[in-house]
């Protein structure tokens, strides 16, 4: 890390509790801990049905993640 890039310094010194709004792409996604763009009863259900479709479709297509 660069010592005279302050926008970095601060991003890299910045702790969770640190932060209080998070905007992502212009759109308000966090607020005081509450997330906005999800809803958390739902979101397992549908994580789980899109594990399905992954283990579903057809694994030759998929390509190897090279190491």
Do not use: Q, W, Y
């Not at 709004?21 to 739902?42: F, Q, W």
């Not at 899109?50 to 390509?63: C, E, G, H």
Request: proline residues 3%; hydrophobic residues 40%.
């Amino acid at each position: 890390m660069a010592r005279h890039d302050l926008v970095a310094n601060l991003v890299h010194a910045a702790e969770c509790s640190d932060v209080s709004h998070v905007l992502v792409d212009g759109h308000l996604d966090h607020r005081e801990g509450e997330i906005l763009t999800l809803d958390e009863e739902k979101s397992p259900a549908e994580a789980e049905r899109a594990a399905f479709r992954v283990v579903r479709r057809d694994m030759s297509t998929l390509r190897e993640h090279p190491s």
